[in-house]
């Protein structure tokens, strides 16, 4: 069973910048860059909703409201997929995920919270 663990959530001023890393543990190299991995973000009260993933090991699906500003890029060899993410607005503050499946996530990060102030 893989395990995730995502760091780099904090506080930052809108126009600022933040990256976070999510590591997979457990899960074995081939699995790892088949499967679909990426950024999910929810707001207490609403869906989660995908940000950016990795599917199978190249295609990036972004959603629309972050496609210019945010990059989703990977480090097979340690497993780790990071979101780098640019001209951080207020809009953007949520709890973001890591999630990993073979299509739709079938595990979750515990989680980090992103913060941009006005």
């Known amino acids: 069973q893989a395990r995730l663990v995502e760091s780099g959530g904090g506080l930052v001023q809108a126009g600022g910048s933040l990256r976070l890393s999510c590591k997979a543990s457990g899960a074995i190299l081939s699995v790892f860059n088949s499967y679909t991995i990426g950024w999910y973000r929810q707001t207490p009260g609403q869906e989660r909703e995908l940000v950016a993933v990795?599917?199978?090991?190249?295609?990036?699906i972004y959603a629309d409201s972050v496609k210019d500003r945010f990059t989703i890029s990977r480090d097979n060899t340690r497993r780790t997929v990071y979101l780098q993410m640019n001209n951080l607005q207020p809009e953007d503050t949520d709890i973001y995920y890591c999630?990993?499946?073979?299509?739709?996530?079938?595990?979750w990060g515990q989680g980090t919270q992103v913060t941009v102030s006005p």
């Open positions: 990795f599917s199978g090991m190249r295609r990036t």
């Open positions: 999630g990993f499946g073979p299509s739709t996530p079938s595990v």
